[in-house]
């Protein structure tokens, strides 16, 4: 079918998380291969889903495109017809991310976003997933042939899971802190071979030889060759130079903490560089105040909840200002960019053949891991479907610890799909996070009963397995 022709319709499940929403209106009024088709909007808040809907429809006008835009509060009133459906919703995460992580402080566990790893990711899964394969339950009556793409963490759990628990629909998951080229930008300037972003061109690009693997969270750069040179260590040095004045003047939110210093120390350990160290940092036990000597580094930052929740608060009131007029709603198109997301799906709509980097099955791509193994990596991604790039060999030592999450990922899909309290247990024991049989079974136990009010109610039955 040619999409383009048939004028695309994006539906987006989670309008109201605004770190996706703003920019999905962007760059569904920016491009031209997108902007003459619909953007659903559903989101269960109905006031926050109403300010979503107009602020759209006033970018739209403002920009003089023909999108159409819908909204309701009942995805079965706009998937019909949809060509790709983004999940990116999260019942007041807020919330729930800082009972997560107070919780596990109490048992010596300390999880710097809470949202992937450790309990704070196993139960996050317990409370997305449900609805998340409900979702596909609906997208495959009404829409069986829309690309699903999802963006709500722990992605890899969630892409695991509808892999494997609804086949028959076409999905990968998303992350974006490998948007390309930005990504690979960031690296060029890192390595010294430009001076900033606008230095960077198509010619540098393709002189420019990089390979990032890994669990989604967990990714390494494995690589990086300029005219055929190793610019790794150069790369690395640059993090070691950062880390002395890294906390100067910048973001000192628990994920921002350090982690030129991390970067380095680990690349220090194993001779490759993590990628998403904001997240990386919580997977290993080395910053969890464990040791009984005093590290370089102190052990990690809690995760911030009331500063999250002044960050939501200010992210409305800007809404608000557009559509108050405050702030002209002309300003919109250059208060915002592109969305990963959506920049995929252009990429799909228009054949453009640019490469992304996505959450899928590996499919030999990395060599030395099974072709299940779900991992983020970077992929020819056409409306005929998603082919990851090889990669090569996995190190040793990274790859031990990709495989335990890996297994810890698998345990909580199968754990929450099936309802099984005997898998949700074994995930918390696999983690690399938990240290303790006891304090496993006790951080199940609280975590169950302060937040039931949003896991389902079968977990509180006997009849569980």
Known sequence: MNIVSQKPKVVVLGAGSLFFGRQAIWQMVHSEHLNKGTLALVDTDEARLNKLVRLAKMVAESAKVDLKIEGSV??????????????????????????????????????????????GGIFRAMRELPVIMECAKDIEELCPDAWVINYINPSS????????????????????????????????????????????????????????????????LLKAEYEGKDVLPSIAESMKRAAETETVGGDTGAKALFNDAISYQLYDIFGYVPTCTAHTKEYVPYWQGLGKLKD????????????????????????????????????????????????????????????????????????????????????????????????????????????????????????????????????????????????ADQIIDELLELEKDVIPGHWYTKSLV
């Open 296 to 439: 370089s580094i102190p052990p990690l930052s809690i995760w911030e909840t009331e500063e999250r929740y002044k960050r939501h608060d200010e992210m409305w009131r800007q809404v608000d200002s557009f559509l108050s007029g405050e702030t002209p709603i002309e300003s919109y198109m250059t208060s915002f960019g592109p969305d990963h997301a959506t920049d995929i799906i252009e990429n799909m709509v228009a054949g453009l053949g640019k490469p992304f980097y996505i959450n899928t099955l590996n499919e030999g791509a990395v060599t030395n891991m099974n072709d299940d193994a779900f991992l983020e990596l970077l992929c020819e991604v056409t409306m005929d479907g998603v082919k990851p790039f090889p990669v090569g060999e996995m190190p040793r030592g990274i790859r031990g610890m990709q495989e335990l999450v890996l297994d810890t990922h698998e345990l909580t899909a199968e754990a929450v799909v099936e309802g099984s309290r005997e898998k949700l247990r074994r995930a918390m024991l696999t983690d690399p996070l938990v240290q303790s049989i006891a304090d």
């Open 157 to 220: 759990v969630h892409g695991i899971a509808l892999k494997r628990f609804a086949p028959q629909l076409k999905s990968f998951a998303l992350c974006d802190s490998h948007h390309m080229p930005h990504k690979k930008i960031i690296y060029a300037e890192r390595a010294g071979i430009i001076k900033n972003k606008r230095e960077y061109t198509e010619e540098i690009d393709r002189k420019f030889d990089i390979r990032i693997a890994g669990v989604n969270h967990f990714t390494w």
């Open 74 to 119: 009942d995805r079965k009133q706009v998937l019909q017809g949809a060509d790709f459906v983004v999940l990116s919703f999260a019942d007041n995460t807020v919330k729930y991310r800082g009972i997560d992580c107070a919780v596990s402080e109490k048992y010596g566990i300390r999880m710097c976003s809470g949202d992937t790893i450790g309990p």
